[in-house]
């Protein structure tokens, strides 16, 4: 998938891959695809588009913490 945002959504490489923006939303599935490929489930998990998996993560998210200390 190819952002045709401007300025472009992060890849889904990137640490704020989360910052892309919804291309489909399914509430009431409990997931949404966002412009780069990755799924976002409800329950914070993730699916990339390489079919990895990143498991649900509560509180902040891990690239905000870089750089705070």
């Given amino acids: 998938m190819l ?12 640490v ?10 399914h509430p009431e599935q409990g997931w949404s695809l966002l412009c780069n490929g990755v799924i976002v489930f409800e329950d914070t998990g993730e699916l990339l588009p390489d079919c990895s998996v990143i498991a649900p993560h509560r509180g902040p998210a891990p690239h905000s913490l870089v750089g705070a200390a």
Avoid at 3 to 14: G, L, N, R, V
Avoid at 18 to 23: F, H, L, N, P, V
Wanted: glycine share 0%; net charge negative.
């Fill in 16 to 25: 704020d891959h989360e910052a892309a923006r919804i291309s489909a939303s």
């Fill in 3 to 14: 952002c045709q945002h401007q300025p472009p959504c992060p890849s889904a490489d990137d």
